[in-house]
């Protein structure tokens, strides 16, 4: 390997962050026995002579037939440090290995240092963070395969097959441990029925809460602002620019780019955005923070696994880059225009991180929508969510600013309880 390029792999793993409770395992070690598990499981599939899904064949295709990703994908494996090879070391390594996980639905496991709730996160973690995963995950063409095969998951995790994690053993999610963790009492189940009621894994990860757990915040006074999601906060940020470099330390939010050059960026230069980060455990269906009327509602095909550079190696496998994936990454863009001029335009991004990245919008161009009234949801994966607001439309964010410098340790917060007061 180049000293050079080495030189800085080595540096990347000198200043690597702890992975984020509940959406990895809890150590390097548990993530290292899990990828171990999974390639026991690859060699299962191998002496069945399993056969490739087409997603994962199509992906094969692209590495046999364009030399720039297969250099790239045989870079990142190979860059992996060897004490975190356990389990992916060939490009057919890594294809069985997402044919495996495809079909199958992720498990809870009751010891808190085994639970692996995003295993295409942890296939990835290693890999994503070297100079030619950095690489390899802004191929545009590579990155289109990658999204057709989470898709392909995406399609099983619909389907009523997915729900055989959905018990009530230890290392189910309707165990004792899971109900408590995901606090699933706040939620519509019915436990009377077979699996509580969920017709499928997706059902369960994007349950509908109850209304008395999340009541709107200022009913009637349109000075409230209230979230869109339950999370923690990431960080707001004031005076936003058109253009900025989001990809530098910091990572400054670029509204061009947030919004995809939509005819409405203008409106927001100088404005505010308030982000957070919705955990695995999160409830993961988002509402209106304002009164209004939609407008242009419409999901932007972006990137999955691509980290900033400048957030170093990161085990969380991409939380430590939300401002910059809030440019780049699979999101959707929810415009609402209050009837009030001083508040004017509010964009609702939901953004999809790694896995599924799965965004659905259920409502549609001109739809009148009262503040706290569903917008959307996510299926199984990370997402972190941007609201953006016009300049002068916030008076002062009534949640505590995240100063600590973890984008994942800011304030909680919860669905339709108020963030803001308007001018």
């Given at each position: 390997m180049n000293p050079d390029l080495e030189k800085d792999i080595?540096?990347?793993y000198r200043n690597s962050f702890g992975v984020v409770a509940g959406y990895l395992p809890e150590n390097r070690a548990a993530l290292d026995e899990w990828q171990l598990g999974l390639m026991q499981q690859v060699a299962d599939e191998r002496?069945?002579?399993?056969?490739?899904?087409?997603?994962?064949?199509?992906?094969q295709d692209l590495i046999d037939s364009d030399g720039i990703v297969r250099m790239y994908v045989t870079e990142m494996i190979d860059q992996v440090r060897p004490e975190h090879?356990?389990?992916?070391?060939?490009?057919?390594?890594?294809l069985q290995a997402l044919n495996v996980i495809t079909k199958t639905a992720p498990e809870y496991r009751r010891n808190p240092r085994d639970r692996n709730f995003f295993p295409m996160s942890s296939l990835f973690v290693y890999m994503m963070m070297t100079p030619a995963g950095e690489a390899a995950f802004r191929n545009e063409d590579f990155n289109d395969a990658i999204r057709d095969i989470l898709k392909d998951w995406c399609d099983f995790l619909?389907?009523?097959?997915?729900?055989?994690?959905?018990?009530?053993?230890?290392?189910g999610w309707l165990s004792q441990a899971a109900r408590e963790q995901n606090k699933l009492y706040e939620f519509v189940t019915d436990p009377d029925e077979p699996y509580w009621g969920f017709r499928s894994y997706n059902?369960?990860?994007h349950r509908q809460i109850k209304d008395e757990f999340r009541p709107v915040a200022g009913l009637g006074d349109p000075k409230v602002v209230v979230s869109a999601n339950d999370g923690t906060l990431v960080r707001y940020v004031r005076g936003v620019k058109r253009s900025d470099n989001f990809w530098i330390k910091g990572q400054p939010y670029s509204l061009v780019n947030m919004l995809d050059s939509d005819d409405y960026t203008d409106r927001f230069i100088g404005g505010d955005v308030f982000q957070s980060f919705l955990s695995g455990a999160d409830y993961h269906r988002w509402r209106a923070p304002i009164d209004g009327i939609v407008r242009m509602p419409r999901v932007?095909?972006?990137l999955m696994f691509?980290?900033?550079?400048?957030?170093?190696?990161?085990?969380?496998?991409?939380?430590?880059?939300?401002?910059?994936?809030a440019s780049v990454n699979t999101r959707g863009l929810v415009f609402i225009e209050s009837k009030d001029p001083k508040m004017g335009m509010v964009c609702v991004i939901p953004i999809g991180i790694t896995e599924i990245s799965s965004?659905?919008?259920?409502v549609k161009d001109g739809q009148p929508v009262e503040k706290g009234q569903e917008l959307g949801y996510f299926s199984y994966g990370g997402s972190s969510m941007c609201l953006v607001f016009q300049p002068g439309a916030i008076d002062h964010f009534t949640v505590p600013q995240n100063t600590g410098g973890d984008d994942n340790a800011g304030a909680p917060i919860f669905v339709n309880s108020q963030i803001a007061l308007a001018r």
């Open positions: 080595e540096e990347r002496e069945k002579g399993t056969e490739l899904r087409p997603s994962v064949k199509n992906l090879k356990k389990g992916i070391h060939t490009i057919p390594d890594l619909d389907r009523p097959e997915s729900r055989t994690v959905l018990t009530e053993d230890e290392n059902d369960y990860f932007v095909e972006g691509s980290n900033a550079e400048t957030a170093g190696w990161d085990t969380t496998a991409g939380t430590k880059s939300q401002c910059y994936q965004i659905t919008i259920s």
